[in-house]
């Protein structure tokens, strides 16, 4: 019977295993630095609206979202 003199480097046990893969995720990551918005940034929105709504705006292609955008930002002026 002949004896190892090195060890396996691998974990035998599959839970040692596992913890061996775990351990190097423990790192604590730097907290990300908050920066200012930019001004003038459009911002990705979900919006529902009529179908007919959005095929008025569409009908011209291109560029309906920013025709939308002018009417919110009109009726924003308005205060309506």
Do not use: C, H, Y
């Amino acid at each position: 019977m002949t004896t190892m003199t090195n060890p396996p480097r691998r974990p035998v046990n599959p839970m040692d295993a596992a913890e061996a893969l775990f351990k190097p995720a423990k790192k604590k990551l730097e907290q990300a630095v908050e920066r200012p918005a930019l001004p003038n940034t459009k911002e990705l929105v979900s919006l529902k609206i009529d179908s007919d709504v959005l095929a008025f705006f569409q009908e011209n292609g291109p560029g309906w979202q920013d025709r939308i955008n002018d009417v919110l930002r009109a009726a924003m002026k308005n205060r309506v």
